[in-house]
């Protein structure tokens, strides 16, 4: 099976890039573009900045300690998309390990001196996981055994030891490591990192030691903290972990915390970290829109935490939120022509950003796509996941066929072939073509916000509530299985705890996130209260846009924004609350009280024209 994440046991088997093909769509076009276009533009911008000469042994050496990671990614990504420079940038990687399979540009000279900082073990993660990709999506070659040195080292090394990294990665490495070989050292070797953070594993330092996870052993901890990534890392690993020990404490634990951030710390667009400072998660209900750090990377890891919890239960509130995750984290992030990326993920961005082009950008939350960043794990993270995709789509139990995220695509799964038609986001209707039959369930994800679906096959039709639906029967080709999910665009609204969006609304449409978008002479958006009635709808290029009202509100003149009083009486007008009159006319000078459209669009389609302003949560009139 050529996927990324293999269990052994639990209650669904992941189906592969080998049984699941994607089809032009929405996903399909951005795995097509992912192999076209942003793989090679990462190798470009390596080669730029010296990160692949490093491997030379050119100097100066060049980039971040940990830069050498972004090329494991990179050829993690080449690996399950059979890219053609894979074997060149293998070699080069392979002729930079020295002896005991130690390999890193930074450190070779003053090894393991580091532990909080340096990242040795989490490039080892990286450049293992490249290996396992490249050991089953094409077999053993030079790669492969590179990665296995490299983990034969790490258990020689750590194995007696109480140390740690602190950037968990290497974990969830090494038990796919072990999945893919049967080693078992490379399983014990990440218990053992699993067990020994929280004790603690690392020293002290001025972030505090929950920004490593460092702080409770993960067993007693209740919540992620701290750095997100990093957070998200270990939990994935922890997972694994779980799952190959029969470690159900484990296992409940991580879910606990799981279940704790979704509900507390983690963003409509299903982002999660709210702090620039340490790319950390905030306080339960921290969840500033403006200050929005939601890192790409930490997207990604949300997704494959989500994914791992998802295969052991096989409980669709995982895939809920792994869906959500990639249509408005994953998505968002590359530009449409894949050249350019969000770092950070803000879901409001106050002034129109400065442009950009062509240079490396040493920001990472300045809301506006760079080619490339000094610190630039988003765009490799970004390769490996899209190159990889498709493994995510569907699962099995037994001869039981699941299907989590929709997309055109040809999926096989123990002598049953189906053809999946749809135009999901934009369309609720799937359908599936059987063209190979057997007998056997097919079970479809019914999203959490569908309410109304329906399932249609055999001549009837019947109601499908949130959670799963199944279709039984013996397969015969030609038969047809039809999911509706009512696509209508909703007003949501936070929980009154999140004091940095009280007041005000979003507006999502199936799996989007909807963004009030603003360039050039368009309406400020600063000066904009929604009306929450149902938006209109339109269809752009193929894309669904929506239409809200809205009304103008004046713009500060007082020479203090701040007012005595305990609000207006009945029948008073609250200033800056002002009621909606007249649209205003083409060419006409916007005016307090008067009338907008507010032109909705994708959350993950915003920055696209150029700088601009933009808001997710509106303020109410």
């Known amino acids: 099976m050529v996927s990324p994440v293999i269990p052994s046991t639990g209650v669904l088997s992941p189906l592969g890039l080998d049984t699941v093909r994607l089809a032009p769509g929405f996903w399909g076009d951005r795995v097509d573009l992912n192999r076209e276009v942003v793989i090679d533009h990462c190798l470009e911008w390596m080669e730029r900045e010296g990160w692949i000469g490093n491997f030379r042994g ?55 001196s580091d532990f909080e900082w340096g990242h040795e073990l989490y490039c080892y993660g990286h450049l ?26 790490v258990c020689d090394r750590f194995m007696e030891t109480a140390e740690t990294c602190g950037h968990p990665e290497v974990e969830m490495a090494l038990v796919e490591l072990y999945r893919a070989t049967g080693t078992g050292r490379y399983l014990e070797m990440a218990r053992r990192f699993v067990e020994r953070r929280g004790l603690p594993a690392l020293g002290p330092i001025h972030l505090g030691r929950a920004y490593f996870q460092d702080d409770l052993p993960v067993r007693r901890a ?30 409940h634990a991580i879910e606990e915390q799981w279940e704790n951030t979704v509900a507390r710390r983690t963003y409509l667009t299903g982002g999660m970290g709210s702090r620039h400072t340490d790319e950390a998660f905030g306080e339960d209900f921290e969840l500033p829109a403006d200050r929005a750090y939601s890192e790409t990377c930490a997207g990604i890891a949300s997704i494959m935490l989500s994914h791992r919890l998802l295969l052991a239960t096989g409980r669709a509130r995982y895939a809920d939120l792994a869906e959500r995750t990639m249509y408005n984290v994953l998505a968002t992030s590359p530009a449409l ?48 996941t899209l190159a990889s995709l498709p493994a995510y789509l569907a699962a099995a139990d037994g001869d039981a066929l699941h299907i989590h995220h929709y997309a055109p695509a040809e999926i096989r799964h123990r002598g049953l072939a189906l053809r999946l038609e749809t135009d999901y986001p934009w369309s609720g209707t799937v359908t599936a073509h059987v063209v190979e039959g057997r007998p056997g369930r097919i079970v479809l994800r019914v999203p959490s916000w569908a309410e109304g679906a329906t399932l249609t096959h055999g001549g009837t039709t019947r109601p499908a509530g949130p959670g799963h639906v199944t279709a039984e029967a013996d397969w015969r080709p030609g038969d047809r299985i039809r999911l509706d999910l009512p696509m209508r665009s909703r007003w949501t609204f936070p929980d009154r705890r999140v004091d940095a969006v009280r007041g005000c609304a979003a507006v999502e449409r199936g799996p989007l996130v909807y963004c009030a978008e603003s360039v050039g002479d368009e309406p400020p958006l600063a000066l904009v209260k929604a009306l929450p009635e149902p938006p209109a709808e339109r269809t752009e290029d193929g894309v669904v846009e929506l239409e809200a009202r ?44 008067q009338e907008v459209t507010l032109r909705m669009i994708p959350y993950h389609r915003w920055g696209n024209r150029g700088p601009s302003s933009m808001r997710v949560w509106l303020p109410l009139a």
């Open 337 to 384: 022509d894949g050249r350019s990326f969000f770092y950070a993920n803000p879901l409001h961005m106050r002034i129109p950003p400065e442009p950009r082009e062509g240079v490396v950008d040493h920001t990472s939350g300045a809301g506006l796509r760079s080619s490339w960043y000094d610190v630039s794990c988003c765009p490799n993270n970004i390769a490996r």
């Open 58 to 112: 050119e100097r100066p050496r060049r980039g971040r300690e940990f830069s050498d990671s972004e090329a494991y990614k990179l050829l993690e990504g080449m690996a399950w998309a059979g890219h053609p420079g894979l074997p060149e940038l293998a070699a080069t990687v392979a002729a930079a390990q020295e002896g005991d399979g130690y390999l890193n540009t930074r450190w070779n000279s003053e090894r393991y």
């Open 550 to 593: 809205a009304c103008l509100v004046a713009p500060a003149d007082a020479v203090w924004p701040y007012r005595a009083g305990q609000g207006a009486a009945p029948g008073q007008e609250v200033p800056g609350q002002e009621a909606p009159g007249q649209e205003v006319a083409a060419g006409q000078e916007p005016v307090a009280g």
């Open 128 to 153: 293992i996981q490249a290996g396992v990709a490249r050991l089953r999506a094409h077999g053993e070659d030079e790669l492969t055994t590179v990665a296995r040195r490299a983990a034969d080292h």
């Open 222 to 251: 209740r919540v992620l903290r701290g750095h997100a990534v990093r957070a998200l890392y270990l939990a994935s690993g922890a997972v694994d972990v779980a799952v190959e020990t029969g470690d159900d404490e484990l296992l």
